[in-house]
């Protein structure tokens, strides 16, 4: 599964955002799906995940009420609406594919994620 995120952009503060995961291959919708993002100078975070069903969604504490997280297997695309941006959501976004297990220790984990796209960058400026 080859993933490519776009859709990031300078926004001000309150503003919002969709981004875009679109992912290549049949298997897609076999999937659970799940964004990431690295603040400038810090580690990588969860964001929001997915099941590959749709039927089950999990968010960052940090993020709840404020992004969306959504797909749409017949376009091989996973979706990341932001709304209500804020100066420290700034960070290059990333989407990951493919997790051996929903569990919350398991989607949260990075290292678990089976494939990942190349970042977008979203800025947020107050």
């Known amino acids: 599964v080859q993933l490519q995120a776009f859709g990031g952009g300078l926004v001000q503060a309150g503003g919002s955002l969709r981004l875009s995961c679109a992912a290549s291959g049949r298997t897609f919708s076999s999937y659970a799906m799940g964004w990431f993002r690295q603040p400038p100078g810090k580690e990588r975070e969860f964001v929001a995940a997915i099941s590959w069903s749709a039927g089950s969604t999990y968010y960052a504490d940090s993020v709840k009420g404020r992004f969306s997280i959504s797909r749409d297997n017949a376009k091989n695309t996973v979706y990341l609406q932001m709304n209500s941006l804020k100066p420290e959501d700034t960070a290059v976004y990333y989407c990951?594919?493919?997790?051996?297990?929903?569990?919350?220790?398991?989607?949260?984990?990075?290292?678990?994620?089976?494939?990942w796209g190349k970042g977008t960058l979203v800025t947020v400026s107050s």
């Open positions: 990951a594919a493919g997790i051996p297990v929903w569990t919350i220790v398991v989607l949260t984990t990075g290292a678990m994620w089976h494939y």
